[in-house]
């Protein structure tokens, strides 16, 4: 399986950007997704996931309200769509995936497959 992020960029705190994540070469409604981030001298760390049928989510807290987590089983996309962007929201977004129980969300250690990133940065 392939994971390709894009829709990173420069953008001005309080601003908005949408990531998203395409998925090829399996089923991509047998996925669980989730969005993390690494920011320069830091551990790689989850910000976002949602369960293969998209009916349950789960965020870490300082996104929680600020950022909203999709997908598209049709499209064969996650999104991660980020308001209220703050500086410190400055990072390499990456995007994951794992084979996974249909309404369950795995747990952070448990994505198997992650595409190369795609750069937010935030300007105060």
């Known amino acids: 399986v392939q994971l390709q992020a894009s829709g990173g960029g420069l953008v001005q705190a309080g601003g908005s950007l949408r990531l998203s994540c395409v998925v090829s070469g399996r089923t991509f409604s047998s996925y669980a997704m989730a969005w993390f981030r690494q920011a320069p001298g830091k551990e790689r760390d989850f910000v976002a996931a949602?369960?293969?049928?998209?009916?349950?989510?789960r965020y870490t807290d300082s996104v929680k309200s600020r950022f909203t987590i999709s997908r598209d089983n049709v499209k064969n996309t996650v999104y991660l769509q980020m308001n209220s962007l703050k500086p410190e929201d400055t990072a390499l977004y990456y995007c994951a995936a794992t084979i996974y129980r249909r309404d369950w969300v795995p747990l952070s250690y448990e994505y198997d497959y992650w595409g190369q990133g795609t750069q937010v940065t935030v300007s105060s």
């Open positions: 949602i369960s293969v049928s998209g009916n349950n989510t």
